[in-house]
């Protein structure tokens, strides 16, 4: 009894915290505050929005008008497609985490990484009416599809912003300045990733090229 009652109560605060990230995007200042300090999110609700936010991409390269997006399903390697948007994920709440902690960030890996989730909640939010829509209209229309579809990007960027100077603590050029330093971390870190795997590369070919070498000598 006490066990199921236990599951219950896990998945009612699993609702409520999904139900609280539509509270942060229409009070983002107050809402990403309460979701760490007060810990009214989850990381199974974050888990969830960044499921369908991958999801609704990957639907509206199938759904979306080819007015508006032209698909060639033969050039696409959908598990690349989802590591292009997992990837720069990992590297934001990594030189996020990493630089703010340098200076009196407030905010954990694990928070970051919830608060950004919760962040994303407006793009599913838009583009599944959007891809809907997007079948409806002409192209002489597409101009709205176009600045809706860009306010939804917009709205995300805005909202992840706002939530990482709450959950740091930080004023609002601080927070400001240490976004910039976190895209530009971004890019340091995929330049250190791409020497590290060359000389992987380069090194597994030296040892193959001896191990050929020495089998053509024997």
Not at 191 to 197: D, S, V
């Amino acid at each position: 009894m006490f066990k199921t009652l236990t599951k219950k109560e896990t998945y009612i605060k699993y609702l409520k915290s999904l139900k609280f990230s539509l509270y942060c995007m229409t009070h983002p200042l107050d809402g990403f505050w309460d979701l760490t300090h007060e810990k009214r999110g989850t990381y199974a609700a974050a888990n969830t929005i960044l499921f369908i936010t991958v999801l609704v991409r990957i639907l509206k390269l199938r759904y979306t008008s080819f007015l508006f997006l032209n698909v060639y399903w033969e050039d696409i390697n959908i598990f690349l497609y989802i590591a292009s948007i997992l990837f720069p994920l990992a590297l934001w709440v990594v030189g996020n985490w990493a630089l703010t902690t340098l200076f009196d960030g407030k905010g954990r890996l694990g928070q970051v990484y919830m608060a950004t989730c919760y962040g994303m909640v407006p793009y599913p939010l838009i583009q599944i009416p959007l891809m809907i829509a997007s079948n409806m209209v002409t192209i002489e229309e597409g101009q709205f599809y176009q600045v809706l579809d860009v306010i939804s990007l917009i709205y995300c960027a805005f909202l992840i912003i706002l939530a990482m100077g709450q959950i740091h603590d930080f004023s609002l050029g601080k927070n400001i300045l240490f976004t910039i330093a976190s895209l530009f971390a971004m890019l340091v870190m995929v330049f250190i990733l791409m020497i590290f795997f060359s000389m992987v590369t380069q090194g597994i070919s030296y040892f193959v090229s001896i191990g050929k070498e020495l089998m053509f000598r024997m």
